[in-house]
Protein backbone atom coordinates (compact mmCIF):
# COMPACT_ATOMS: atom_id res chain seq x y z
CA UNK A 1 0.00 0.00 0.00
CA UNK A 2 3.02 2.44 0.67
CA UNK A 3 4.38 2.23 -2.97
CA UNK A 4 1.04 2.47 -4.30
CA UNK A 5 0.45 5.78 -2.24
CA UNK A 6 3.94 6.76 -3.20
CA UNK A 7 2.88 7.07 -6.92
CA UNK A 8 -0.83 8.47 -6.64
CA UNK A 9 1.27 11.40 -5.07
CA UNK A 10 3.68 11.39 -7.92
CA UNK A 11 1.47 11.40 -10.27
CA UNK A 12 -0.50 14.19 -8.85
CA UNK A 13 2.54 15.92 -8.30
CA UNK A 14 3.22 16.05 -11.59
CA UNK A 15 -0.44 16.67 -13.11
CA UNK A 16 -0.16 19.38 -11.30
CA UNK A 17 3.40 20.75 -11.76
CA UNK A 18 2.43 20.27 -15.98
CA UNK A 19 -0.77 22.34 -15.49
CA UNK A 20 0.85 24.91 -13.68
CA UNK A 21 4.14 25.27 -16.60
CA UNK A 22 0.86 25.12 -19.01
CA UNK A 23 -0.86 28.12 -17.85
CA UNK A 24 2.10 30.33 -16.06
CA UNK A 25 3.91 32.14 -18.89
CA UNK A 26 7.46 30.40 -19.18
CA UNK A 27 10.41 32.98 -17.63
CA UNK A 28 12.02 32.61 -21.29
CA UNK A 29 9.13 33.85 -22.38
CA UNK A 30 8.84 36.74 -19.70
CA UNK A 31 12.75 37.66 -20.26
CA UNK A 32 12.42 37.70 -24.53
CA UNK A 33 9.95 41.09 -23.70
CA UNK A 34 12.23 42.80 -21.16
CA UNK A 35 15.91 41.32 -21.21
CA UNK A 36 18.26 43.70 -22.88
CA UNK A 37 20.62 40.71 -24.06
CA UNK A 38 19.60 41.57 -27.38
CA UNK A 39 20.67 44.91 -28.02
CA UNK A 40 18.06 45.77 -30.47
CA UNK A 41 14.75 43.53 -29.37
CA UNK A 42 15.24 40.65 -31.63
CA UNK A 43 17.28 40.80 -33.97
CA UNK A 44 20.72 39.93 -32.78
CA UNK A 45 23.56 41.63 -35.10
CA UNK A 46 21.90 44.88 -34.80
CA UNK A 47 22.92 47.22 -32.29
CA UNK A 48 22.37 51.18 -31.91
CA UNK A 49 25.11 53.37 -29.70
CA UNK A 50 24.95 56.79 -28.48
CA UNK A 51 27.93 59.02 -27.66
CA UNK A 52 28.05 62.77 -27.36
CA UNK A 53 30.19 64.89 -30.01
CA UNK A 54 29.31 68.03 -28.91
CA UNK A 55 28.06 70.68 -25.82
CA UNK A 56 27.65 73.37 -28.06
CA UNK A 57 24.86 72.89 -29.77
CA UNK A 58 24.51 69.51 -27.65
CA UNK A 59 25.63 67.20 -30.75
CA UNK A 60 24.79 63.02 -30.57
CA UNK A 61 26.39 60.65 -32.61
CA UNK A 62 24.35 57.67 -33.00
CA UNK A 63 25.75 54.55 -34.61
CA UNK A 64 24.20 51.32 -35.59
CA UNK A 65 26.41 48.64 -35.83
CA UNK A 66 26.00 45.24 -37.74
CA UNK A 67 27.81 42.34 -35.21
CA UNK A 68 26.88 39.43 -36.85
CA UNK A 69 29.49 37.39 -38.68
CA UNK A 70 27.54 36.85 -42.09
CA UNK A 71 24.04 38.41 -42.68
CA UNK A 72 23.96 41.89 -44.26
CA UNK A 73 21.07 43.74 -42.66
CA UNK A 74 19.26 46.42 -44.58
CA UNK A 75 17.17 49.14 -42.37
CA UNK A 76 14.15 51.36 -43.16
CA UNK A 77 14.54 54.32 -41.44
CA UNK A 78 11.57 55.34 -40.24
CA UNK A 79 11.35 55.99 -36.72
CA UNK A 80 14.86 55.04 -35.81
CA UNK A 81 17.08 56.98 -34.43
CA UNK A 82 18.46 57.45 -38.24
CA UNK A 83 14.96 59.11 -39.16
CA UNK A 84 16.07 62.85 -39.96
CA UNK A 85 13.22 63.29 -37.72
CA UNK A 86 13.20 61.31 -34.76
CA UNK A 87 14.35 64.13 -32.71
CA UNK A 88 10.25 65.29 -33.47
CA UNK A 89 8.80 61.49 -33.39
CA UNK A 90 9.28 60.57 -29.66
CA UNK A 91 12.56 58.26 -30.13
CA UNK A 92 14.75 59.98 -28.02
CA UNK A 93 13.90 60.14 -24.07
CA UNK A 94 15.32 62.95 -22.06
CA UNK A 95 15.49 63.11 -18.66
CA UNK A 96 17.10 66.06 -16.19
CA UNK A 97 20.29 64.69 -14.23
CA UNK A 98 19.30 67.53 -11.65
CA UNK A 99 15.80 67.56 -11.51
CA UNK A 100 14.90 64.02 -12.61
CA UNK A 101 12.13 65.17 -14.93
CA UNK A 102 11.17 64.08 -18.02
CA UNK A 103 11.46 66.25 -21.04
CA UNK A 104 8.45 66.71 -22.31
CA UNK A 105 8.65 66.09 -26.55
CA UNK A 106 6.33 67.88 -28.90
CA UNK A 107 5.42 65.41 -30.92
CA UNK A 108 4.61 65.67 -34.78
CA UNK A 109 2.24 63.30 -37.02
CA UNK A 110 4.11 62.60 -40.13
CA UNK A 111 2.45 61.13 -43.40
CA UNK A 112 4.46 58.83 -45.42
CA UNK A 113 4.38 58.47 -48.62
CA UNK A 114 3.85 54.93 -49.06
CA UNK A 115 6.05 52.91 -50.88
CA UNK A 116 8.88 54.08 -48.84
CA UNK A 117 11.84 55.48 -51.44
CA UNK A 118 15.41 53.81 -51.24
CA UNK A 119 16.60 56.56 -49.53
CA UNK A 120 14.75 55.66 -46.77
CA UNK A 121 16.59 52.65 -46.48
CA UNK A 122 19.99 52.02 -45.08
CA UNK A 123 22.43 48.83 -45.53
CA UNK A 124 24.66 48.10 -43.10
CA UNK A 125 26.96 44.81 -44.15
CA UNK A 126 28.49 42.22 -41.49
CA UNK A 127 31.00 44.15 -39.58
CA UNK A 128 30.02 47.53 -40.53
CA UNK A 129 28.64 50.37 -38.91
CA UNK A 130 26.53 53.30 -39.91
CA UNK A 131 26.56 56.87 -37.61
CA UNK A 132 24.56 60.28 -38.09
CA UNK A 133 24.76 62.84 -35.97
CA UNK A 134 21.51 64.53 -34.19
CA UNK A 135 21.42 68.14 -33.06
CA UNK A 136 19.57 68.58 -30.16
CA UNK A 137 17.89 72.16 -31.21
CA UNK A 138 14.59 72.07 -30.62
CA UNK A 139 12.38 74.56 -29.08
CA UNK A 140 11.02 72.07 -26.36
CA UNK A 141 14.88 71.53 -25.35
CA UNK A 142 15.19 73.37 -21.54
CA UNK A 143 17.07 77.08 -21.75
CA UNK A 144 18.96 76.13 -18.65
CA UNK A 145 22.82 76.03 -19.22
CA UNK A 146 25.05 74.63 -17.99
CA UNK A 147 22.64 71.02 -17.92
CA UNK A 148 22.82 67.75 -18.30
CA UNK A 149 20.38 65.07 -19.53
CA UNK A 150 19.98 61.41 -19.78
CA UNK A 151 19.40 60.48 -23.43
CA UNK A 152 18.19 57.16 -24.69
CA UNK A 153 16.74 56.21 -27.45
CA UNK A 154 13.89 53.62 -27.80
CA UNK A 155 10.69 52.32 -30.34
CA UNK A 156 10.55 49.73 -32.83
CA UNK A 157 11.55 48.72 -36.32
CA UNK A 158 9.30 49.14 -39.11
CA UNK A 159 11.18 46.96 -41.58
CA UNK A 160 14.21 44.75 -41.58
CA UNK A 161 15.42 42.65 -44.32
CA UNK A 162 18.32 39.85 -43.81
CA UNK A 163 19.69 40.83 -47.02
CA UNK A 164 21.26 43.97 -48.91
CA UNK A 165 19.17 47.05 -50.42
CA UNK A 166 19.99 46.31 -54.18
CA UNK A 167 17.82 42.99 -53.17
CA UNK A 168 14.89 44.27 -51.67
CA UNK A 169 12.08 44.51 -55.09
CA UNK A 170 9.97 47.18 -55.55
CA UNK A 171 7.09 44.88 -54.98
CA UNK A 172 8.27 44.34 -51.60
CA UNK A 173 8.32 48.04 -50.76
CA UNK A 174 5.02 48.36 -51.89
CA UNK A 175 3.87 45.40 -49.99
CA UNK A 176 5.75 46.39 -46.82
CA UNK A 177 2.85 46.50 -44.01
CA UNK A 178 1.03 43.49 -45.69
CA UNK A 179 2.69 40.36 -44.30
CA UNK A 180 5.96 40.44 -46.45
CA UNK A 181 9.07 38.80 -45.33
CA UNK A 182 10.66 41.63 -43.52
CA UNK A 183 11.16 41.75 -39.79
CA UNK A 184 8.59 44.11 -38.88
CA UNK A 185 7.68 45.84 -35.44
CA UNK A 186 11.30 44.18 -33.67
CA UNK A 187 11.91 46.64 -30.58
CA UNK A 188 15.11 48.61 -29.92
CA UNK A 189 17.08 50.33 -26.75
CA UNK A 190 20.15 51.76 -26.22
CA UNK A 191 21.46 52.32 -23.14
CA UNK A 192 21.68 55.81 -21.45
CA UNK A 193 24.01 58.61 -21.76
CA UNK A 194 24.93 61.48 -20.12
CA UNK A 195 24.67 64.97 -22.72
CA UNK A 196 26.14 67.90 -21.62
CA UNK A 197 24.82 70.90 -22.73
CA UNK A 198 26.93 74.11 -22.42
Excluded at 173 to 189: D, I, K, T, V, W
Aim: charged content about 20%.
Amino acid sequence: MPSRAAVITALAITLVGSLYLLYTPSSATFHMSTSGSAPSGGIPGLEFKLSQISKDPPSVLVTLKNTHPSTTFTVLKWSTPLDPNALNLGVFKLTDVDSKEEITIDRLMINRMMPPSRDDLQEISPGTEHATEVVFDRPWMHSKKPAKYQVKAEGEFKAVWEKPAGEITAKELEELFGGGSALNNRQFETEEVVVAVE
